[in-house]
C-alpha cells in the first residue's frame, strides 16, 4: 500500500500567529461579545480579544500538531473511523485543558480571581464556545489532512505505475532484437543452400533492416515515412523467401508529421507469413492501407495445419507498447477468409 502520511506544514512566523490572533479573536470577540464594543466599553472587549484570540492560536496550533502526530500512529486509509474519532476526542480534551488554563492565568494575574470562581463567573458559555471552536478548526485540519493523504497516495501510485509501465515497455522493446534476428537467420540458413547470389542481396537488404532495429531500438515512435522505407527492404527478404506464395499490396499516404510504433508493419507482417500458408498454390495476399487515421494490416486467413506456437512477442508487444504510449487499443478483426490489424497513425508533433 502507498504512504499515506499527509505533510502537515504550518507557519508559525510571528506575523501568522498575529494574523491568526487578530482573526480568530477577533471574530469569536465580536460574535460573543458584540454588546461591549456597542456600548463603547472598549476594555472589555479588548479583554475578550486577548483571550480569544490566544485561545485560537494555542487550539489552531496544538491541534495541527496533534494531527501530524496522528498521521504517524493512524494513517487516514488504514482505519478513517478510528482516525477521526481518536483526533476528535484528543483535540476536544486538549482544548479544554489549554483554555481553563489561558481562564485560570487570565483570571488570577488581571483580576486576582481565584480558579473555581473564574469558572463559575463564565458559566457553560466558555467551554461550549471551546468545543465549537475545536470543532470549527478540527473540521478544517480533517479535511485538510485527509485531501493530503489521498493526493499523497495518489500521486505515490501513479509513480509506481508509470514505474512499472516503463520498465515493461523496456522489456518489451528488448525482446525485438532478439526475435527478429531469429526468424532472419532461419530464413538466411534454408536460402543458402538454394542460391548463393540471392542469399548475398538477402544479406545486404537484411543489414539494411537490421539497421533499423538497431537505431530506432531506443525510440518510443519513429515516422511513418522511415517505417514504410524499413517495410519495402522487409517485403523485399519476404519475397525472396517465398516468391509467387506472397502477394502484397501498399496503399499508405505519408504525411511528414504521421507517426508509429517502431517495427509495428514489421511485425504484423512477420506474424501474417508465421501462422498461414503461403505458397504457390496457395498465395497469401497481404495489404496495408491506411484509412481515418489508422493504419490496417489485412492477410488471407489460411493457417497452417500445424498451428506453429508462437514467441507471444508479435501482436501482444506493439498491443502493449501502444497502451502505454498514447492509452489506445488496437482494432483486431477477423473473418471467416480475412484476418486485419489497425493500428493508430499518431504525431510526431505531440511528442
Partial sequence: M?????????DLSWKSLLK??????GTISLAFGWQSLAE???????????VNGTLWV????????LVQWLDTKIPWFEAPVKRVVVSLVL????SLLV???VLFLYAGLVYGIAPLQALKNVGYTFPLTVVLITLFVGTFLHGRGFFLAWKAAFKEAEEHKRAALAAKYEALKNQVNPHFLFNSFNVLSNLVYKDADLAAEFIQQLSKVYRYVLETQQQELISLEQEMEM???????????FGKGLKVETRVEVDPDDAVVPLTLQMLTENAVKHNIASKKQPLHLSITRKNGTLTIENSLQLKGNNQ????VGLPNIQERYRYLCGQELQVETTTDTFSVSVPILQLKAQ
Avoid at 502507498?2 to 504550518?10: H, V
Avoid at 506456437?309 to 507471444?312: K, R
Fill in 99 to 101: 483554555a481553563m488554563l
Fill in 40 to 50: 463603547g466599553e472598549w476594555l472589555d472587549f479588548l479583554s475578550n480579544l486577548t
Fill in 20 to 25: 491568526q490572533f487578530l482573526l480568530g479573536g
Fill in 58 to 65: 494555542l487550539i489552531g496550533v496544538g491541534s495541527g500538531m
Fill in 309 to 312: 506456437s508462437s514467441l507471444g
Fill in 231 to 241: 517495410l519495402k527492404a522487409y517485403l523485399f527478404l519476404l519475397e525472396i523467401r
Fill in 2 to 10: 502507498p504512504n499515506q502520511k499527509a505533510t502537515w506544514t504550518r
Fill in 91 to 94: 483535540m476536544v480534551v486538549y
